[in-house]
């Protein structure tokens, strides 16, 4: 007997632990599954590197903010909304340069560059004889241009028809004709604007999206700018928390224009997570607009785009997202029309920002995105300026490639 009571001493006092356990893991789990704001079975959470829970899952317990612009919740890193970023050398204020003035200095400087696409096309169409060589020529400077296969056929066969009506073909009228078409298949009546006026009691929101390298921390700083230039009142959410130095990246944009950034001191925490906060903090702030920076996704991983998806949903819990601005490199040509493709199938892109439109051989990308996907370029960067990002014209784009 003696020699079992050591054997039986241990298991009788595990028995009694757990019978004492028992009731408060059944309390904790009927709590979690009568959250209202659970998500589907489906879509399960995937806790961040640093050990944050995405926040929609379980609510937190009732805490007092120890500042007021300080944001703690069980089970995510510290997120802040600073007034000076630490770690961040602090930069003096800019004024960002008006719209208005923008949109003439993009056009200037399109007008400058070597722009293959009207140069090439007024050559050869104001040519003493148009055969069907010369037509073949301008088929290919389309294409050359990424317009793209179906729009390059409806304008050789608009231009044709009316080369022929004309008869006689000074280059005025060339460049007139020309001008007409090309602007057609730009499509001034696409709408344009970005949906950033606040609703009644909540914020605009603003999610920009894209792959790897294609400038989207950039691009949100320089739409920041835009938007202080309106004077409106901005909020940053840096939700890009794999790459190293975007947070900081992005608050750097904002300190310049005093815009306040979200940010998460874990480096991999979840994403989602960081983008709720930020949308939070822009509510109780009473700011005008909320923009959230994204990491960038490969157009092929099925993994990372459904976790971009899972960043817009949370997003949806606390406010409507009235924007989201997919980011493409001008010169990636039809390469960037696949990724638009896939982006748009994950979540509704609602704009397009191209970026690096310098002007060369890569102008008809606008058309060939638009015709694909029905969505509006809305915003065009052509340099690396803090200010060289605009919004998009389509007769001024026209005008400025047929110089």
Do not use: C
């Not at 009571?5 to 632990?17: E, F, K, M, N, S």
């Not at 001191?265 to 109780?284: F, T």
């Not at 157009?299 to 997919?326: P, T």
């Not at 990724?339 to 051989?361: C, H, M, P, S, Y």
Request: no cysteine; proline share 5%; glycine share 8%.
């Amino acid at each position: 007997m003696n020699d079992i009571l050591p054997i039986l001493l241990p298991i009788l006092a595990a028995l009694v632990v757990l019978g004492a356990l028992i009731p408060v893991l059944m309390k904790t789990r009927k709590n979690i599954t009568n959250y209202p704001g659970k998500r589907d079975e489906n879509d399960p959470v995937q806790p961040g590197a640093g050990g944050g829970t995405l926040l929609e899952d379980r609510p937190a317990p009732p805490r007092e903010r120890t500042a007021p612009d300080f944001v703690d919740r069980e089970g995510l890193a510290t997120v802040e909304v600073p007034d000076n970023v630490a770690g961040l050398e602090t930069v003096p204020v800019e004024t960002p340069l008006p719209v208005a003035g923008r949109l003439i200095r993009l056009r200037e400087r399109l007008v400058k560059s070597n722009n293959i696409l009207g140069k090439g096309l007024l050559a050869l169409l104001s040519a003493d004889k148009i055969d069907e060589h010369v037509w073949d020529e301008v088929e290919e400077t389309l294409l050359l241009a990424d317009l793209g296969t179906e729009p390059t056929l409806q304008l050789v066969d608009a231009l044709r028809e009316r080369v022929k009506v004309l008869g006689t073909r000074s280059p005025e009228q060339v460049k007139a004709l020309l001008r007409e078409e090309l602007i057609k298949l730009v499509d001034p009546t696409m709408d344009r604007s970005l949906r950033v006026e606040r609703h009644a009691d909540k914020p605009a929101v603003v999610l920009v999206v894209g792959v790897n390298g294609v400038g989207k921390t950039t691009t949100v700083g320089k739409l920041a700018r835009v938007l202080v230039a309106e004077d409106k009142d901005v909020l940053l959410g840096a939700a890009d928390t794999f790459r190293a130095a975007a947070a900081e990246q992005l608050a750097t944009w904002g300190q310049r224009v005093g815009v306040a950034t979200v940010k998460s001191d874990v480096h991999g925490a979840d994403p989602a997570s960081v983008a709720y906060e930020a949308v939070k903090a822009g509510i109780d702030q009473e700011v005008d607009v909320v923009m959230i920076d994204t990491a960038g996704r490969l157009q092929n991983k099925v993994g990372l785009m459904d976790e971009l998806g899972k960043v817009k949903r949370v997003i949806e819990k606390l406010a409507e997202v009235d924007e989201v601005l997919l980011v493409l490199d001008a010169t990636t040509g039809q390469n960037g029309l696949n990724q638009a493709r896939v982006f748009a199938e994950v979540v509704n892109i609602t704009g397009i920002v191209l970026t690096k439109l310098d002007g060369t051989a890569k102008g008809g990308i606008v058309v060939a995105i638009q015709k694909s996907l029905g969505v509006p370029v809305k915003l065009i960067g052509l340099g690396e300026g803090a200010d060289d990002l605009a919004p998009f014209d389509a007769e001024s784009f026209v005008d400025a490639i047929l110089n």
